[in-house]
Nanobody, 125 residues
Framework: VQLQASGGGSVQAGESLRLSCATS????????IGWFRQVPGKDREGIAC????????NYGNSVKGRFAISRDNANNTMYLQMDMLRPEDTAVYYC???????????????????WGQGTLVTVSS
């Protein structure tokens, strides 16, 4: 199983980035997928999830209205479109996949089975 996150970089506040996560080794369409982020000294924060069956998406309050998660089942790839970036969005971003049906614990790391290696996003003011 592999999840390879990419697309991180350094941007100015207000700009956009699109993260990608290419996956292999499991049946992508059968998994809920999510994005997390983490800054040094803090817990990993669940920011977005999209279900495996109905495509329902959920977002953390800190990114709601600015970020959008999507998936391409044909290419086993997931995305995170990040708009109106803020300095507080600076973090390492991780993609993850879960064999669980969506539930209210989607934002917890324990909900997920597989993890990518992380990609750094830096937003300057």
């Amino acid at each position: 199983v592999q999840l390879q996150a990419s697309g991180g970089g350094s941007v100015q506040a207000g700009e956009s980035l699109r993260l990608s996560c290419a996956t292999s080794g499991f049946t992508f369409a059968d998994y809920s997928i999510g994005w997390f982020r983490q800054v040094p000294g803090k817990d990993r924060e669940g920011i977005a999830c999209i279900g495996k069956s109905d495509g329902r998406s959920n977002y953390g309050n800190s990114v709601k209205g600015r970020f959008a998660i999507s998936r391409d089942n044909a290419n086993n790839t997931m995305y995170l479109q990040m708009d109106m970036l803020r300095p507080e969005d600076t973090a390492v971003y991780y993609c993850a996949a879960s064999n669980n049906l969506w539930d209210r614990t989607w934002y917890k790391p324990g909900f997920y089975d597989y993890w990518g290696q992380g990609t750094l996003v830096t937003v300057s003011s």
